[in-house]
């Protein structure tokens, strides 16, 4: 069975840097594209950043410049590097996936199960 793991959310002072992870286990074939969103209580999902298996990516505009998205595509990885941090990033953060087990199946939709950033002083 296919998950992916964020880990790297915590606590964190305003201008403070954090770097999450989400990690693939189980049997991949090939993963497509992957993202980063986050949500806040009360508020719907919202796309942060996204990169395609190509290295095209985008960035929210009240993210850029100061988060950089990356994949590891040997590891099965993906990365959210946050710079600049500030208390309106405070949210839980999910990283959304899209992956294919064998070269037969069709592709899916993975989320993890998310991991909790607080910008706070």
């Known amino acids: 069975q296919v998950q992916f793991v964020e880990s790297g959310g915590g606590l964190v002072q305003p201008g403070g840097s954090l770097r999450l992870s989400c990690a693939a286990s189980?049997?991949?074939?090939?993963?497509?594209?992957m993202a980063w969103y986050r949500q806040v209580p009360g508020k719907q999902r919202e796309l942060v950043a996204s990169?395609?298996?190509?290295?095209?990516?985008t960035y929210a505009d009240s993210v850029k410049g100061r988060f950089t998205i990356s994949r590891d595509n040997t590891k099965n990885t993906g990365y959210l590097q946050m710079n600049s941090l500030k208390p309106e990033d405070t949210a839980v953060y999910y990283c959304n996936a899209e992956a294919q087990t064998t070269r037969y199946e069709v592709r899916r939709n993975y989320w993890g199960q998310g991991t909790q950033v607080t910008v706070s002083s």
């Open positions: 990169i395609t298996s190509g290295g095209r990516i």
């Open positions: 189980g049997i991949i074939f090939s993963i497509y594209g």
